[in-house]
């Protein structure tokens, strides 16, 4: 089969682009000849730095990337029962850990996927999978997200943050989103009601009482959201660790701040495909590419000004 792999950490020419044998199967996992995958950015983190891959797969080298994915399944192990042979299927494959989405097949723990509604397409299928499980985990697994609260979302053009819009207005919330004026639009039609310009605007000078922040974009802003955020609230943060200093400014207003890591979760991923049958969630797809590629996702993802999703078709 053909894959991409990674012997170092680097630029995009590190990529190797080559044939090897089919994965085996355990017992409880399912082959799948992937359609397409999609691309985030702890993809090209993990292939720029040495630290980001020793993270994800140890000193296990090579290794070939990439974690979302929609395709059909090949070979069930003999303790799945969920799936069968020829089942569309789409997930998230071993976050955090070894997924080895960029490759023709892929042995996936069942417990990873979900079926993929006939009404969506293999490409927004492998769109919605890690940026949708990291809003969903996010906003309500640690967020507790309820009808009527405002919640203000940064980054909310991008991948995470354009799924996490439609979940909180499925949730009945009042969403504020933060992104650059030319995407403007895109942010609204994906349900907000406010959006802030943050190149031109403050957000703490026009929000106030917010009773959930999503932060996908960095620690300084979750040092200005904690003066926007009520007591009580909750700050989510997507990125890494949150300094100390940080923590005890949150605490001194009754404020939880949270960093969280998605996790596959085929359960996850079965709610936001009833989601997605029903037109609640859809995938916005900025960029195609194919397999050959992969270099040129990479390279697009790192602009760190992709709108919705990058995907790539095996």
Same mark, same amino acid.
């Given at each position: 089969?053909?894959?991409?792999?990674?012997?170092?950490?680097?630029? &995009?020419?590190?990529?190797?682009?080559?044939?090897?044998?089919?994965?085996? @199967?355990?017992?409880?996992?399912?082959?799948?000849?992937?359609?397409?995958?999609?691309?985030?950015?702890?993809?090209?983190?993990?292939?720029?730095?040495?630290?980001?891959?020793?993270?994800?797969?140890?000193?296990?080298?090579?290794?070939?990337?990439?974690?979302?994915?929609?395709?059909?399944?090949?070979?069930?192990?003999?303790?799945?029962?969920?799936?069968? =042979?020829?089942?569309?299927?789409?997930?998230?494959?071993?976050?955090?850990?070894?997924?080895?989405?960029?490759?023709?097949?892929?042995?996936?723990?069942?417990?990873?996927?979900?079926?993929?509604?006939?009404?969506?397409?293999?490409?927004?299928?492998?769109?919605?999978?890690?940026?949708?499980?990291?809003?969903?985990?996010?906003?309500?697994?640690?967020?507790?997200?309820?009808?009527?609260?405002?919640?203000?979302?940064?980054?909310?053009?991008?991948?995470?943050?354009?799924?996490? @819009?439609?979940?909180?207005?499925?949730?009945?919330?009042?969403?504020?989103?933060?992104?650059?004026?030319?995407?403007?639009?895109?942010?609204?039609?994906?349900?907000?009601?406010?959006?802030? !310009?943050?190149?031109?605007?403050?957000?703490?000078?026009?929000?106030?009482?917010?009773?959930?922040?999503?932060?996908?974009?960095?620690?300084?802003?979750?040092?200005?959201?904690?003066?926007?955020?009520?007591?009580?609230?909750?700050?989510?943060?997507?990125?890494?660790?949150?300094?100390?200093?940080?923590?005890?400014?949150?605490?001194?207003?009754?404020?939880? @701040?949270?960093?969280?890591?998605?996790?596959?979760?085929?359960?996850?991923?079965?709610? @936001?495909?009833?989601?997605?049958?029903?037109?609640?969630?859809?995938?916005? =797809?900025?960029?195609?590419?194919?397999? !050959?590629?992969?270099?040129?996702?990479?390279?697009?993802?790192?602009?760190?000004?992709?709108?919705?999703?990058? &995907?790539?078709? =095996?």
């Amino acid at each position: 089969m053909k894959a991409i792999i990674l012997n170092n950490s680097g630029s &995009v020419d590190n990529f190797n682009y080559v044939h090897v044998s089919k994965p085996s @199967i355990k017992e409880n996992e399912v082959l799948v000849k992937v359609t397409s995958v999609s691309v985030n950015p702890v993809d090209y983190k993990a292939r720029e730095n040495e630290g980001t891959l020793n993270w994800l797969f140890g000193e296990q080298r090579p290794v070939i990337l990439g974690w979302d994915l929609s395709g059909i399944i090949q070979e069930v192990g003999k303790n799945v029962s969920d799936f069968k =042979i020829d089942d569309a299927v789409f997930g998230m494959a071993n976050f955090p850990g070894n997924g080895s989405a960029y490759a023709e097949y892929v042995a996936v723990p069942s417990s990873h996927l979900t079926l993929k509604p006939a009404n969506i397409s293999h490409q927004e299928a492998a769109a919605a999978t890690l940026a949708v499980l990291t809003a969903w985990q996010a906003l309500v697994t640690n967020g507790n997200i309820k009808k009527d609260n405002k919640v203000l979302i940064h980054g909310a053009s991008g991948g995470v943050g354009h799924y996490a @819009i439609q979940i909180a207005k499925h949730f009945g919330a009042y969403v504020i989103g933060t992104s650059s004026e030319k995407n403007k639009e895109f942010v609204l039609q994906n349900g907000a009601d406010q959006h802030i !310009d943050y190149s031109k605007v403050n957000f703490e000078e026009v929000v106030s009482d917010v009773d959930l922040v999503l932060n996908t974009v960095s620690n300084e802003i979750n040092t200005r959201s904690v003066t926007v955020t009520k007591s009580g609230g909750k700050i989510i943060y997507i990125l890494g660790a949150v300094p100390q200093e940080i923590l005890d400014a949150a605490k001194n207003k009754s404020i939880e @701040i949270k960093s969280i890591l998605v996790q596959s979760s085929g359960e996850d991923m079965k709610t @936001i495909a009833d989601l997605m049958e029903q037109g609640i969630i859809k995938s916005h =797809i900025s960029k195609e590419f194919t397999f !050959d590629e992969m270099a040129s996702a990479h390279l697009q993802l790192a602009t760190s000004h992709t709108v919705g999703k990058v &995907v790539v078709n =095996i």
